[in-house]
């Protein structure tokens, strides 16, 4: 069974960092392409960044660009989101998944063993 585990979230000011965690059970990080996806109150989920297993292509949403930066760690089957110069409009549940395949597809109909999520509020 695939299950992810997200940690990592909670208060920070304008400005600030944070680091999420994603630890993955069931299945090999590796073997699928693997993102972070992030739902604010009253908007729809959307992808923020995906790692593709084929060739190791990261893709970035435009609105977190030269901010975010995911990687990962195969021996501990876990990713991360480190986050900086984080903004109010980051506050959002984040969430991680895999993809059905290799590569990183921008539907996130393509994604799934989609976790609990951890929560990231950017407040003064």
Known sequence: QVQFVESGGGL???G???MLS???SGFRMED???GWFRQAPGKERERV???SSYDGRIYYADSVKGRFAISRDSAKNTM???MSGLKPEDTAVYYCAHGSGYTCSESLSEYEGWGQGTQVTVSS
């Open 32 to 34: 699928y392409a693997i």
């Open 22 to 24: 994603c630890t993955a």
């Open 16 to 18: 600030g960092s944070l």
């Open 12 to 14: 920070v000011q304008p």
């Open 80 to 82: 991360y989101l480190q």
């Open 49 to 51: 960044s995906c790692i």
